[in-house]
C-alpha cells in the first residue's frame, strides 16, 4: 500500500510507466492511469504462479490497459498471455564472441544472477563433479540461496579430494565468490 501511495504520488510528472517486474512494480502503478509496459522476468512470474494469482494479476493488467512483455517464450506461455511480446533480457552473446580474449586455465565457468532456487546455481556446482577436467567456477550473486550454495560447493569438494578448491576469502566483494576450482 505505501509502494502505490508513493507511486501514484510521483505519477503526476510521469509519462508512462515501464514497470520491471508484474509485483510489486507493475500491480503498484495500476491506480496511475497512465501507459504501462509491464514485464514479467522470471522471479514474479513464478512466484504469482506459485501462490495462484498470475491469472488474475494478468487479467488486471490486461483490463487496465497495460502492455505485457515477458523475458522468455516459457514465461508467456506460463502466463497465458500469447499477444504479449517477448523481449530477452540478459547479455549480447554475439558482441562478446567477437572480442578478443586470452584462454583461462583452467577454464573459468561462471554463474551471475540472484541465488534464489529457481536460478539454479546448486545445479551447476553439482555438475562439477561429473566434467572430465578441471574448471574454475565463479559465481557472482547474492539472494537467500547464498549459504546454501556456499554449503554445497564445500560438499561437493570434499567428494574431489584430489582436485584443488579455493573458497571465498575475506576480502572478496560480497557479490562475487570464489566457490569452487575444481
Do not use: Y
Not at 58 to 63: G, H, K, N, Q
Not at 80 to 99: E, K, N, T, W
Not at 124 to 132: K, N
Amino acid at each position: 500500500a505505501k509502494l502505490t501511495a508513493r507511486v501514484v504520488a510521483r505519477a503526476r510528472a510521469w509519462d508512462e510507466v515501464i514497470a520491471h517486474w508484474l509485483v510489486p512494480s507493475a500491480l503498484a502503478a495500476l491506480p496511475t492511469r497512465l501507459p504501462m509496459l509491464a514485464i514479467g522476468h522470471g522471479g514474479d512470474v513464478h512466484t504469482l504462479r506459485r501462490m495462484h494469482l498470475l491469472g488474475p494479476v494478468v487479467r488486471a493488467l490486461r483490463l487496465r490497459g497495460a502492455k505485457l512483455a515477458f523475458v522468455s517464450e516459457e514465461l508467456r506461455a506460463m502466463a497465458s498471455a500469447p499477444d504479449a511480446i517477448v523481449q530477452p533480457m540478459g547479455v549480447d552473446v554475439a558482441h562478446f564472441a567477437r572480442l578478443g580474449r586470452a584462454p583461462t586455465s583452467p577454464p573459468t565457468v561462471a554463474f551471475i544472477g540472484r541465488l534464489v532456487p529457481v536460478k539454479g546455481a546448486d545445479v551447476l556446482v553439482r555438475a562439477i563433479e561429473h566434467l572430465r577436467t578441471r574448471v574454475r567456477l565463479e559465481v557472482a550473486g547474492t539472494g537467500p540461496d547464498r549459504p546454501r550454495v556456499i554449503e554445497l560447493a564445500r560438499e561437493v569438494a570434499a567428494r574431489m579430494p584430489p582436485r584443488p578448491i579455493g573458497m571465498p576469502r575475506e576480502n572478496d566483494p560480497p557479490h562475487r565468490d570464489r566457490l569452487h576450482e575444481a
